[in-house]
Structures are given as structure tokens and as C-alpha cells.
């Protein structure tokens, strides 16, 4: 007979010490490694055919490529110590704190005058960004009964749909009082 449980299973803390973390790990530690010899090898030498304003957009976007990756390492070592039970997931959320993954529109407008190779890491990291800001979404959801996560869209809708009828009409083509 098994025992009962007194608190709400985490989907984040199983999710957490389940086997889609290590590829993902692989995956992340990977492409750390492949940036870091790009940009080591043969990104130096398509950096220098570049002129001075490609030189300017290479840089900067090999620097934000770089620090993402710094960041993106982080979150995955500080996982993996959940995974690999050496810390708790509210330890990691302590410590997740100090970790700023890239923004959502990371890799955006990317200028076609980068090196196709730089464009291709930064297009993985991207993905992977994206993948990771979603786990980080549910590890560090917040802790249940804290409210309704939708509290705020539902706020939204209420604030519309309970002005009078005559502020909700339209304004004009394609215009709205929302």
C-alpha cells in the first residue's frame, strides 16, 4: 500500500530529475562548445573580412551570442545539480535569481551580412533559449494556492467588458477603443 501524499505532486520537481533533462543538458553544453570554437577558429578570420561596420554588427552579436551562452550554461549547471539530487529545486530557485536568460526576441532582425556559420549558432541558441525559458517557466511556476495564474488576463477582460456598451464600439476602420 503506498503512502499518502500531504502536499500537491510538483510537475516541476519531477519534471526536474526526469530523463528529458540530460539531452538538453548535451544539447546546451554542446553548443557552448561549438560557439566557443567558432568563434576562436574560424570566426576570426571571417570577422576580418568584413568591413568596419560588419566588423561592428559581428561583434556585437558574437559578444550577445556569448553572454547568452554564459547564461543558458548557468541555468543548465544549476539543473542539473536539481537532477542529479545535489540541490533541491527551492535552492535552485534561490539561485535562479541570479541568472538572466536572453529575452524572447533574442536573434531577431539578424543582418544578412553575418557569416552564415554565426548565423547558425545564433539560430540554435535561439531554439534553445526557447526551449529553456519554458522549462524555467514550469520549474519555477509559482507555488500552489498562490492565486490563479490567469488572474491578470481575466483582470484584462473584466476591464473591457465591463465599460459601457458605448466604450467598447469601434472608432473608426480597423480602430478600437481597447
Given at each position: 500500500?503506498?503512502?499518502p501524499?500531504?502536499?500537491?505532486?510538483?510537475?516541476?520537481?519531477?519534471?526536474?530529475?526526469?530523463?528529458?533533462?540530460?539531452?538538453?543538458?548535451?544539447?546546451?553544453?554542446?553548443?557552448?562548445?561549438?560557439?566557443?570554437?567558432?568563434?576562436?577558429?574560424?570566426?576570426?578570420?571571417?570577422?576580418?573580412?568584413?568591413?568596419?561596420?560588419?566588423?561592428?554588427?559581428?561583434?556585437?552579436?558574437?559578444?550577445?551570442?556569448?553572454?547568452?551562452?554564459?547564461?543558458?550554461?548557468?541555468?543548465?549547471l544549476?539543473?542539473?545539480?536539481?537532477?542529479?539530487?545535489?540541490?533541491?529545486?527551492?535552492?535552485?530557485?534561490?539561485?535562479?535569481?541570479?541568472?538572466?536568460?536572453?529575452?524572447?526576441?533574442?536573434?531577431?532582425?539578424?543582418?544578412?551580412?553575418?557569416?552564415?556559420?554565426?548565423?547558425?549558432?545564433?539560430?540554435?541558441?535561439?531554439t534553445?533559449?526557447?526551449?529553456?525559458?519554458?522549462?524555467?517557466?514550469?520549474?519555477?511556476?509559482?507555488?500552489?494556492?498562490?492565486g490563479?495564474?490567469f488572474?491578470?488576463?481575466l483582470?484584462?477582460?473584466?476591464?473591457?467588458?465591463?465599460?459601457?456598451?458605448?466604450?467598447?464600439?469601434?472608432?473608426?476602420?480597423?480602430?478600437?477603443?481597447?
Amino acid at each position: 500500500m503506498s503512502t499518502p501524499i500531504n502536499r500537491p505532486l510538483s510537475f516541476a520537481e519531477h519534471l526536474a530529475a526526469s530523463p528529458i533533462f540530460p539531452p538538453l543538458f548535451r544539447d546546451g553544453m554542446k553548443l557552448v562548445e561549438d560557439a566557443a570554437a567558432y568563434l576562436d577558429g574560424p570566426g576570426r578570420a571571417d570577422a576580418k573580412r568584413l568591413d568596419r561596420a560588419g566588423s561592428l554588427v559581428y561583434a556585437t552579436e558574437s559578444m550577445r551570442l556569448t553572454t547568452g551562452l554564459m547564461e543558458l550554461a548557468s541555468w543548465l549547471l544549476l539543473h542539473r545539480a536539481v537532477n542529479e539530487g545535489e540541490m533541491s529545486l527551492q535552492e535552485a530557485k534561490g539561485e535562479r535569481r541570479n541568472v538572466m536568460l536572453p529575452t524572447v526576441d533574442y536573434g531577431d532582425d539578424l543582418p544578412l551580412a553575418l557569416p552564415a556559420p554565426l548565423r547558425e549558432l545564433i539560430e540554435r541558441a535561439r531554439t534553445l533559449f526557447d526551449r529553456i525559458r519554458r522549462l524555467d517557466a514550469t520549474f519555477h511556476e509559482p507555488p500552489a494556492g498562490t492565486g490563479n495564474p490567469f488572474e491578470c488576463q481575466l483582470g484584462m477582460l473584466r476591464a473591457v467588458f465591463e465599460r459601457p456598451a458605448d466604450a467598447r464600439r469601434p472608432r473608426g476602420p480597423g480602430l478600437t477603443s481597447y
